[in-house]
């Protein structure tokens, strides 16, 4: 039996150190981001205060489910792919960029739900 020496690696240069700082830095503040996310949607149900009687409260829990839902697999998402960059040595801070974009999207479109209950 033969075992092939696999090539060293190189070590990480300063800029691939800065990247893996950042990218950690920046999920940080994705999951802040998810956390003031789940606290303004405590606020949804604010818009039944309207209805006098029956309401239809389906884009209420659309809402929920956008805002709450999509946003921790927003942040799951970021953590994997950025995982998985770091590890190939690929750039990643971009990655929670993105998923921060995303999540401010998903509370403008839960919002947007919410208000429309009537």
């Given at each position: 039996m033969t075992f092939?020496?696999?090539p060293a690696?190189?070590?990480?240069?300063?800029?691939?150190?800065?990247?893996?700082?950042?990218?950690?830095?920046?999920?940080v503040v994705q999951g802040l981001a998810f956390m003031v996310s789940v606290y303004?949607?405590?606020?949804?149900?604010?818009a039944t205060?309207?209805?006098?009687?029956e309401c239809d409260t389906a884009p209420l829990d659309a809402a929920f489910l956008i805002t709450d839902g999509g946003?921790?697999?927003?942040?799951?998402l970021a953590i994997i792919v950025s995982?998985?960059?770091l590890v190939r040595r690929h750039l990643a801070f971009w990655v929670?960029?993105?998923?921060?974009?995303?999540?401010i999207g998903l509370v403008i479109a839960g919002l947007y739900l919410a208000s429309s209950v009537g």
């Open positions: 092939t020496q696999q690696r190189p070590p990480r240069t300063t800029n691939q150190t800065v990247d893996i700082v950042m990218t950690v830095v920046l999920l303004i949607s405590l606020f949804f149900g604010m205060d309207s209805c006098s009687g946003g921790l697999l927003t942040l799951a995982i998985v960059l929670p960029l993105v998923g921060i974009a995303i999540q």
